[in-house]
């Protein structure tokens, strides 16, 4: 971004949000709330304020979304989750399926074929068999289609009134792809920003699912393997492909922070080029949400040099279900870790981290 | 066991269970108990009669503790486990060290070595922060001393009144040791069936720190790595080691009774030989529980051919904390699936399945 196109006083904000950001994130709260659980600055402060320097681990201080391991030779990549979406079932998924796709997502986008996962259950007392058995036939059948065996289990049950049903943690081993080059640190000013279809579906079917806001709306969640796309804009850009991220909690806003910090770089996103679907702009409007902030499932921010971004764009929309992908915006200087929204009229506003958390167990 | 030595009623009710037994477990409950995550009947229930069939999975249907996967030449261990421990500290451990030990234990006793651990965190809203910072301390101390990094974690916040303050799951990834050549149906009638030290301390702790018994003890958790124990037995035994498990939920009986049905061998325990501390023995008598039911967290049963047997458990006898490792029993023909106690009186009866959960929520 040239210094030329910022007024002084936006400069002056600038720079005072860049100095505070700049600093290591330190964990001062006295207790847990629910936005250390929602992805964004919370979040990050729990990560890097607590488990990185408690853990003196470097495949987590590298904070991907999956930590390499290699072994024998062998190049492995490891990831979990641990899901409380509510309702457990939900339009175009369930809580099973989720696990699954989440798990083998974090793999997917780090470069990692996924090759295997572990499933374990906290189940709450009185829980209905039947709920249980509709969740592990969607966990076959994800897994079958995402082409990833359950290796191993484990199954505890909690007293009546906790664990809102079933709670699920899924962690997958992957294979490092010889094609891969990536890196959360690598991006370059010029780098392309594309993403993988429309944004905001999972989490505004959520919400919609819950019927808190009397809205009802022909929104299904996106959950889905990511690996085909992953595959297809690895074929496509190969090592001109930077850095790929699911765009799950605190959304598409919460990937280009993370990477915009990590790369030292800045961020411009057109606003009109982001693809929303009417139904979720429409939602996220009453919900008074930024699409932008808004969970996906099934949807990945690709970072790709500009001289690939033709090829990698079209290789994602010839993925099914990738039809609206797009080019939203690109790398730039200055100011480094920040992202920042042009919007449709000419305006620019910065997108920060999310703070708090709009959309609380949505995964 | 000859048939000389068994009265015909005796045999008529070993057979009636025999016969029982043999049948294929099918999960028909209507509902979730507690019985279901207490790694008797029920859990077995779940595990045969619902998972495996759902996810048709070879690594899972060998019922292993951890599953096995092979990537690129390397031969590799998953294993993942959720702890849910009600309190989350006491006397001798913690949640968090529960949650690295446990999944550590289930890799080294199927032989394999304990490399790298994910961890995912469901938080309880309001949770203070130094009961989590704790916790992570705890766990990347556990993580050192058993030799594993941290590699991946996941945090989710779950609102007040959830997740008793914090619930824990780590997944385990290892790698095979060439000595091993283990499987749970492997066993042979003779083989010798050994622990590596004093049992039941971990459940009783447990029980002692809920302050529910009025009860006062001098009793700490067993907590701890099983990998230099299990590193010990396979320099002492190599492929003369038959089968390990680590004793958690259900204790030495249900880790006996699986093996036994595993395997189509019949067991005999003698009771004098069991090693129980005084302070465990009087505990489970005024608990009215059987400490061959009673959960350990960092004690093994190792089963191996007569030959090794002495080199096995002077070995055992070697690693710290394995003083009190002994022999307690052996590998019969008949009759199959079944396992025995001889007791100090002279009597014999059948040590079955846990049916229910006398101790729920000790990891």
New interface residues.
């Given amino acids: 971004m040239a210094g030329s196109d910022v007024s002084e006083r936006e400069e002056r904000i600038l720079s005072i949000i860049e100095t505070a950001r700049a600093k290591p994130a330190r ?1 001062k ?10 992805g964004g600055k919370a ?1 990050q402060t ?2 890097e304020g ?2 990185v320097p ?7 201080s590298a904070l991907g979304d ?4 290699e ?6 990549a ?7 979406v509510k309702p457990l079932r939900f339009p175009g998924g369930s809580i099973g399926e989720l696990a699954v796709n989440g798990t083998v997502n974090d793999l997917a986008v780090s470069g990692a074929r996924p ?2 996962l ?12 039947e709920t ?2 509709a969740e ?2 969607a ?2 059948a994800a ?2 289609a995402a082409g990833v ?11 009546r ?4 049903g079933m ?1 699920v ?1 899924t ?1 997958g ?1 992957g ?1 490092r792809d010889p094609r891969a080059r990536l890196s959360p640190s690598g991006l370059r000013p010029g780098d392309r920003i594309l993403v993988s279809g429309t944004i905001g579906e999972h989490g505004t079917a959520i919400m919609l699912a819950r019927g808190e806001l009397g809205l009802e709306a022909d929104i299904v969640s996106d959950t889905r393997s990511l690996w085909p796309t992953v595959d297809a804009v690895l074929d496509a850009a190969g090592p001109d492909l930077r850095a790929m991220r699911d765009a799950t909690r605190g959304g598409v806003a919460s990937v280009l922070n993370e990477l915009a910090r990590a790369s030292r770089v800045a961020m411009v996103v057109r606003e009109a080029d982001v693809p929303v679907s009417p139904e979720v702009a429409g939602a996220a409007e009453l919900l008074g949400i930024d699409p932008l902030y808004v969970a996906n499932e099934g949807r990945l921010v690709a970072f790709v040099a500009p001289e690939a971004a033709g090829a990698a764009l079209h290789a994602l929309q010839a993925v099914p279900g990738g039809e609206a992908a797009a080019e939203i915006g690109e790398v730039r200087t200055e100011p480094p870790g920040m992202v920042l929204v042009e919007t449709a009229f000419g305006g620019r506003r910065v997108m920060d981290q999310l703070v708090g ?1 709009p959309l ?2 949505i995964c």
Same sequence: chains 1, 2.
């Fill in positions: 964990f709260d006295d207790r847990i709330t629910m936005a250390h659980g929602a979040t729990l990560i607590l488990f408690a853990f003196a681990s470097p495949e987590l999956a930590g390499a391991v072994v024998d030779g062998a190049e492995l490891l990831t979990t989750d641990s899901f409380v090759l295997a572990t499933l374990s259950l906290v189940l709450e007392e009185g829980l209905p068999s249980l058995r592990v036939e966990i076959g897994a079958a065996h359950v290796v191993a289990g484990d199954t505890k049950v909690v007293e009134g906790h664990a809102d709670y943690c962690t081993l294979r958390d609380p167990r």
